[in-house]
């Protein structure tokens, strides 16, 4: 991150600026090449592909921050954040000038942190538990994005650690007539509560959320409108750092025949060989009822430091689907027509790199 003089943003901005306050501006591009195989063909087959990638070991983005201090140890702060794809310069969300953050609130050392606006959804907090830090084929792949989301009309808390553990809580309203939703907004109601504790011997992290369908308030895709609950922990020995988690997700009201139910979890080890390289090795699984199958993903992974603010990368992974699954290699909508075959599988392999500034 580079910090910006408040000479140089009031220059910029032709505007006034507190004495007291600060912004930072920073970002990430993450590009690479991609092999993949395993993309169904319009003559029933499968077909593979070469191609240049962004957002493979993680999403590219720029952004601000800012506060101003209030004195008390309080300060007003403002977050602003979009991804954009370094392949073509395009932003992820066609449209959308902020397409991660785009908060306002206040925040205080004894009492936390609390927001108003658009931030990535509470299920993403798996994230440090995850030893790929959910890169694309990663932890958001077979739960189909449901980790994913970043969700508007937000009101988030976030406390200040006391005696290791720490608060979480989000609530995202629908602003439809009906509480819920109803086809009047882009976003059903959703909602959602953390709570972790971390010692220098292990971290743990318990999560409970909903997402709710905006069309009709229900919880009616086990996918993308449902109820969450997730538990993962790290736990760290010396240059090695073991990770585990278990997420179960329900849609009561799915149409008949839809999955209803998925256990998802995963287990994986990171090795810090030294102070600039890693090795990192996980397992993902997957089981949905109603025939939808299962499937695991087996994934290694490392990134080498060129310096603080460059490393190099790569990542080679397959996923393995039971006879009636359909589940990618990369995160996709259950009718994506990228999906795999029933009972076959997918396998890639990308090497890049990212760039810090």
């Known amino acids: 991150m580079k910090k910006i003089t408040v000479a140089a943003v009031a220059a910029f901005c032709v505007s006034a600026v507190h004495a007291q306050s600060s912004i930072t501006m920073y970002g990430r591009l993450d590009t690479g090449i991609e092999y993949f195989t395993g993309i169904p063909s319009t003559t029933g087959g499968s077909k593979s592909r070469w191609s240049v990638e962004s957002n493979d070991w993680g999403v590219s983005y720029w952004g601000l921050m800012g506060s101003e201090d209030l004195g008390g140890g309080t300060q007003v702060t403002f977050h602003l954040d979009t991804v954009f794809n370094v392949a073509n310069g395009n932003t992820v969300q066609p449209g959308a000038m902020w397409t991660r953050f785009a908060t306002v609130g206040f925040t205080n050392l004894q009492y936390g942190s609390f927001y108003l606006g658009k931030s990535p959804f509470i299920s993403n907090e798996v994230w440090e538990y995850d030893p790929l830090q959910q890169t694309i084929w990663s932890s958001g792949s077979l739960v189909r994005a449901r980790s994913l989301p970043v969700s508007i009309n937000n009101i988030g808390y976030r406390s200040s650690k006391i005696g290791g553990f720490e608060f979480y809580g989000q609530y995202s309203l629908s602003n439809a007539t009906n509480w819920n939703g109803n086809g009047t907004t882009a976003q059903g109601r959703q909602a959602g ?54 997420q179960t997700s329900s849609a009561p009201e799915a149409v008949p025949g839809a999955p209803t139910f998925i256990q998802h979890g995963w287990a994986g080890a990171t090795w810090h060989i030294t102070p600039a390289a890693a090795l990192i090795a996980v397992a993902y699984h997957i089981n949905a009822n109603q025939g939808a199958g299962n499937a695991t993903i087996y994934t290694v992974g490392g990134s080498y430091s060129l310096s603080k603010r460059t490393l190099l990368d790569f990542q080679a992974a397959t996923v393995r689907n039971s006879s009636t699954g359909r589940f990618s290699l990369e995160p996709l909508p259950a009718n994506d027509p990228g999906n795999p075959l029933p009972g076959h599988s997918q396998s890639g392999v990308y090497a890049g790199i990212q760039h810090q500034f």
Request: cysteine-free; charged content about 20%.
């Open 193 to 246: 509560v953390a709570l972790s504790y971390s010692s220098a011997l292990f971290q743990v992290k318990g999560i409970y959320d909903e997402i709710r369908d905006p069309a009709n308030g229900k919880f009616d895709d086990v996918f993308a409108h449902s109820r969450e609950y997730s538990i993962a922990t790290n736990v760290f020995l010396g240059p090695v750092k073991l990770s585990a988690a278990y």
